[in-house]
C-alpha cells in the first residue's frame, strides 16, 4: 500500500513480493501525496516490474521470475 509517506518507502518490499509472487496487487491509500495513476506508475518503474492494470486506486504489477516461475502464460 502505498500511503503518506509516497512511493519510496514501498519500493524494498514490493521487489520482495514480486520476486516471490511475480504478480502483486498494489494499493494507493487516499492519503497518498500522489495521483494514483501516477504512484503505481513511479512504483512499476522503480521495482523493474511490468504494469498489468491500473483500475482507480489499485494496480496490479507483473515481473517474471525465470528462476521459479509460477505464472504460465
Given at each position: 500500500?502505498?500511503?503518506?509517506?509516497?512511493?519510496?518507502?514501498?519500493?524494498?518490499?514490493a521487489?520482495?513480493?514480486?520476486?516471490?509472487?511475480?504478480?502483486?496487487k498494489?494499493?494507493?491509500l487516499?492519503?497518498?501525496?500522489?495521483?494514483?495513476?501516477?504512484?503505481?506508475?513511479?512504483?512499476?518503474?522503480?521495482?523493474?516490474?511490468?504494469?498489468?492494470?491500473?483500475?482507480?486506486?489499485?494496480?496490479?504489477?507483473?515481473?517474471?521470475?525465470?528462476?521459479?516461475?509460477?505464472?504460465?502464460?
Amino acid at each position: 500500500m502505498i500511503g503518506k509517506e509516497g512511493v519510496t518507502p514501498v519500493v524494498a518490499s514490493a521487489r520482495e513480493a514480486i520476486k516471490k509472487r511475480e504478480l502483486i496487487k498494489v494499493r494507493v491509500l487516499q492519503n497518498a501525496p500522489e495521483d494514483p495513476a501516477d504512484a503505481i506508475t513511479v512504483l512499476a518503474e522503480r521495482a523493474d516490474a511490468n504494469l498489468v492494470q491500473i483500475i482507480g486506486r489499485n494496480g496490479l504489477l507483473f515481473r517474471r521470475n525465470f528462476e521459479k516461475p509460477r505464472i504460465e502464460l
